[in-house]
């Protein structure tokens, strides 16, 4: 197998600029990323249209987008677990859960306990540890029944739905648990925004991060001698990326708080408000906490073992197990994750509500699980990214609030979301089989 | 001499069945023992107790003249054994690379994979096992048979194996690729490497083999030296489950 003439013909690699190649493959974008962007797009376009403008205002994208964070940061966590060919069934009442645990911790635990009451600069950030720690030890203990008990983690996770909410009911007693205090709120979305200045700061930082990425990834490419991009084709991604990250910026930045609510706000601070003055909202922190975690997921999914073992874990649990993995406690491990994020994710849902109701979170699951198989993760394991399940969530957000828009019956807007999840994931396979396998 | 592996009595059974029934086998450096049988005869499972996939019920492996705890594939690696499955045991969905690596990844400074870095070393291996191999970055699920053995039996060269377990090496492979993996094993004896090897074609494993096992139901029939045994001689084994002597 060793004969020398075959070494020399390995090393005439195909020029990395063949001709041939299409204007899109040159460009080397997932094709299945843009068709999801084009019909995201699409959706934003048509309803624009049916609400004569309405659609595509920047106070509509502000809102589209504080709605979104909620399930979109749970999705990023489904998708490990769907990777992984689990199902959990039970995120939307461990929302619940951790919910009601933060707000009881914050109005009567911390203050009996403590003496610490609303307002407390300790206050939100101890309710918020107390909500990791039990949405990471639910999500373990979850995990710990299905890897090492073997529970299948529908049934794990369907009991889990029951008890969890039921859970949290219990901790109430039912009752709306609030107002939660002010820090808090903040991460609820219009109650804590970065402002104007702040948010170019934030944006500039992200072009300029993205694109140090970019041409990172091209000189680690040229210095192991495989294949480039054309410079033409590495520019326009990088002008496309830096496009839309202060084209995103800028509209949040062009949705400017109501003249009333400011006039309000000086007249607490015992001021008056100068005339002609006008303040953005900018990027809320809810919307900074998604995106950190999306950054955090990819690079976890991409370029840590923990995320390579995922996968493979997904492709083939033998293979996995027999290279030495320990798929057991990779389970655990990724229930564990959920959990947390789920966490994360009650914060931003309560504080956006600015209370616990013993309905948050209700039917949270199946939206998860729905924005992460639109986002193209197969339920059969092993294929799925974070990127795309944030896009499924904001996909389906934008139907469901055009619909309301428009003014579409209640009914009729759960009909056609039900329909879409089940065409996208036809499309998905249609899309999977032409391309052989992949 | 000290034999590198000695499996002595082993034994496991599934529910009531026998699997592997008191074997005893060893292995030299610089040897190919070929394992052979039926179907079930328990050649896969006693490589897959070597190989840390399954825990044997009773008996001792002894790894170059001392006593080995093998209770997991990672044992199994520590002490440089690296296997080759019949099912190939790749991730489909991942491409070569992270096939390859798989369990051992190459990480950089700041802890994180370091997928370049994989794949230029695939691509050195590659160049010397199949210098045909192309697809490095799509999924293996998109690869033909032959380049899919060739991902495996990458992976259980590149580290540096003292002990090599090939179960069915050639089962999927055309009669130019068999040929290579042929060659391929009498480099790696070459080198001292210890081989065990399972095949269905006896006249292939006569070839390749120093010596012959022979097992059925679970148990060891006999080893011979191939140069003291016919082909008909070992097929009367597989088939009668009798010693040449007795035969």
Redesign the interface.
């Known amino acids: 197998?060793?004969d020398t003439t075959?070494?020399t013909?390995?090393?005439v690699r195909p020029s990395p600029t063949a001709p041939k190649r299409s204007f899109l493959s040159q460009l080397e974008i997932d094709t299945r990323l843009l068709g999801m962007i084009g019909a995201f797009i699409l959706v934003c376009l048509v309803f624009n249209v049916l609400t004569d403008g309405r659609f595509l205002t920047p106070r509509n994208i502000f809102n589209l987008t504080i709605q979104t964070v909620s399930v979109a940061i749970m999705a990023t966590g489904m998708v490990f677990v769907i990777v992984t060919r689990h199902i959990d069934l039970s995120v939307g009442a461990m929302l619940a859960t951790c919910s009601a645990a933060m707000a009881m911790t914050q109005t009567d635990i911390l203050p009996r306990l403590l003496g610490l009451g609303l307002g407390h600069p300790l206050t939100p950030w101890i309710a918020i540890a107390v909500g990791l720690v039990v949405g990471i030890s639910i999500g373990a203990f979850q995990g710990w029944l299905i890897g090492f008990l073997t529970i299948p983690a529908f049934i794990v996770t369907l009991g889990g739905l029951l008890i969890w909410r039921n859970v949290a009911w219990y901790m109430t007693d039912g009752q709306t648990i609030g107002p939660l205090d002010e820090t808090f709120r903040k991460f609820g979305g219009i109650n804590g925004t970065l402002g104007e200045t702040w948010s170019w700061v934030v944006g500039v930082i992200a072009v300029l991060a993205a694109l140090w990425a970019l041409w990172s990834a091209r000189s680690?490419?040229i210095?192991?001698?495989?294949p480039i991009k054309p410079v033409w084709a590495e520019i326009l991604v990088g002008l496309i990326i830096a496009g839309g990250i202060m084209g995103f910026v800028a509209t949040l930045n062009a949705y400017e708080v109501p003249t009333a609510r400011l006039i309000r706000e000086f007249k607490a601070r015992g001021d008056v408000m100068p005339d002609g003055y006008a303040a953005a909202y900018g990027i809320p922190y809810s919307v900074l906490l998604l995106i950190a975690i999306a950054i955090g997921m990819t690079?976890m999914a991409?370029?840590?073992?923990l995320?390579?073992?995922i996968?493979?874990?997904?492709?083939?649990p033998?293979?996995?197990?027999?290279?030495?993995?320990n798929t057991r406690l990779l389970t655990v491990k990724v229930f564990a994750l959920m959990g947390g994020l789920i966490a994360l994710s009650a914060v931003v849902a309560s504080a956006r509500l600015t209370n616990h109701s013993n309905d948050i979170g209700t039917l949270d699951e199946l939206r998860v699980i729905a924005a992460a198989v639109i986002g193209g993760t197969a339920l059969a394991g092993?294929?799925g990214t974070i990127h795309g399940a944030i896009l499924g969530a904001l996909i389906m957000q934008s139907l469901q609030s055009g619909m309301a828009m428009v003014g579409v019956d209640a009914p009729l807007q759960n009909i056609v979301v039900g329909a879409v999840l089940v065409l996208a994931v036809w499309i998905d396979i249609v899309y999977r089989r032409r391309l052989?396998?992949? | 001499m000290t034999p590198l592996v000695e499996l002595k009595n082993i034994s496991l059974s599934f529910g009531g069945v026998r699997a592997v029934d008191n074997v005893s086998l060893d292995l030299f450096p610089g040897e190919v023992v070929g394992l052979l049988g039926h179907n079930g005869a328990g050649k896969s499972t006693l490589i897959k107790i070597l190989a840390g996939a399954y825990q044997m019920d009773e008996g001792e492996i002894w790894i170059e003249g001392k006593k080995a705890n093998i209770h997991s594939p990672r044992d199994a690696r520590r002490h440089n054994i690296e296997t080759i499955y019949q099912t190939l045991a790749l991730a489909d969905n991942l491409d070569a690379p992270s096939n390859l690596f798989l369990g051992r990844e190459l990480t950089n400074r700041f802890g994180l994979v370091d997928d370049a870095q994989m794949e230029a070393e695939t691509r050195k291996i590659m160049a010397r096992l199949n210098p045909n191999f192309k697809k490095i970055s799509e999924p293996v699920s998109a690869l033909s048979g032959g380049q899919r053995q060739s991902v495996a039996i990458a992976r259980a060269v590149y580290f540096n194996a003292k002990i090599l377990i090939m179960d069915e090496p050639t089962a999927a492979l055309g009669v130019h690729e068999s040929k290579m993996v042929a060659d391929l094993i009498k480099e790696l004896k070459a080198q001292g490497l210890g081989i065990f090897l399972i095949s269905h074609d006896t006249r292939e494993m006569l070839d390749l083999c120093d010596r012959v096992s022979v097992m059925k139901n679970g148990a060891l029939i006999g080893t011979e030296k191939v140069g003291d045994v016919t082909e008909d001689d070992i097929l009367s084994m597989i088939i009668m489950g009798k010693a040449r002597d007795a035969a």
């Open positions: 197998m060793t075959t070494e013909g390995a090393a680690n490419k210095n192991h001698g495989f690079v991409r370029r840590t073992r995320g390579r073992y996968f493979a874990t997904g492709g083939n033998d293979a996995a197990e027999l290279s030495g993995i092993g294929i052989g396998g992949k």
